[in-house]
């Protein structure tokens, strides 16, 4: 709080003080009391006034000054009110008051909104678990019939729907997941087990470099994950599929290539947004531009990187970097 901005603000008293001072002198004046008198009279009016102005800005500074530099050192800017101490002054007791009962109004419609969130992600989740089970058996019946088109639309409809149970998860992964040391290559090979007859149907081939290396991460994720790259490769034209891992002392660099259509250079840098088609998506195949952006919240989540490499016409090149601790040193 600067003196300036406080005497701007208290301008309006000042100018009443003023006239009030001139009409006293013209009253003292008129009736012909000595000069000696109402000078003394008026320096200690000035005086008096002056203490008591100074003494209010001195304790207000204190106050809003402390505020001020609370809130720039605060992350959470709404934890303010709990560190606002008891003011002197009615003005502050009275602004602190606000701000306490403003703060409790919105945890109290936070907490609504979490519980009412909770409630649709458990039922969403809840769904995603019944519909699976006829979805299975279709998939079973299908295989038994040799029905190869049926088939085809089923395993679209059940990503989908992994799709669906995956990003609702997303939004509160630490509760979802496990950390532990995983084998890159198990977690691979369990893909590529889940969509083998599509990678049949296709002749797309899959071949694998320094799998062997463990990284801290969770396992259901990580497969998750895998699945969508390899449904993207699928997708957009893909024959051939390779999964290369560096170790190194500060991370295990995963690479995850595939000589599909590529991606143009205008998209790459938007391909992990929300719903971002882009030329691919539009031209190629329908899609809902979730599954990288699904991959970038976990990835997030689970304390890893991505990133992307492509080339149009050549290749696509996804690279999870995992990052280790002590922890993954010492397992």
């Known amino acids: 709080m600067k003196l300036t901005e406080f005497i701007k603000d208290r301008f309006t008293a ?39 102005e100074a ?11 402390k505020l001020l530099h609370d809130l720039s050192e605060l992350d959470q800017k709404y934890l303010l009110s709990e560190m606002i ?13 606000v701000m306490r009962e403003t703060n409790k109004s919105m945890c109290e419609q936070i907490g609504l909104h979490r519980r009412a969130n909770s409630d649709f992600r458990e039922y969403i989740e809840l769904w995603v678990h019944e519909i699976k089970l006829p979805v299975a058996s279709l998939q079973l019946m299908c295989h038994n019939d040799g029905n190869v088109k049926y088939a085809e639309q089923l395993k679209r409809i059940d990503d989908y729907i992994e799709n669906v149970l995956y990003y609702a998860r997303s939004r509160n992964a630490e509760k979802d997941y496990l950390i532990k040391p995983v084998s890159l290559k198990r977690v691979f090979t369990d893909t590529a087990i889940r969509n083998r007859e599509e990678l049949q149907q296709r002749g797309i081939s899959l071949s694998t470099e320094k799998l062997d290396a463990e990284v801290m991460t969770d396992a ?15 997708k957009y034209g893909a024959d051939a599929i390779t999964v290369t891992a560096e170790d190194t002392p500060e991370a295990t660099v995963l ?4 000589n599909g259509i590529g991606i143009p250079e205008s998209d790459l840098p938007c391909i992990f947004e929300k719903s971002f088609t882009g030329e691919n998506g539009r031209t190629h195949s329908k899609s809902t531009g979730m599954g990288l952006y699904i991959v970038r919240q976990l990835c997030e989540k689970l ?28 397992r």
Request: with cysteine.
């Open 85 to 97: 101490g008891e003011p002197e002054f009615r003005e502050g007791r009275i602004l602190s008051e």
């Open 220 to 234: 259901k994720w990580l497969g998750f994950m895998f699945g969508q790259l390899m449904n993207n490769s699928m």
């Open 303 to 330: 304390g890893h990187s991505v990133a992307a490499e492509s080339v149009q016409g050549e290749y696509t090149e996804i690279i999870m970097t995992f990052g280790k601790n002590d922890l993954h040193d010492v």
């Open 255 to 258: 690479r995850f290539r595939d």
């Open 55 to 65: 003494w209010e800005f001195l304790r207000k500074k204190q106050f809003y000054d």
């Open 14 to 52: 000042y100018l009443i003080f003023v006239l009030t001072w001139v009409l006293m002198l013209i009253f003292l004046f008129t009736f012909h009391v000595q000069t000696e008198a109402v000078v003394i009279a008026s320096v200690l009016l000035w005086i008096g006034r002056c203490i008591a």
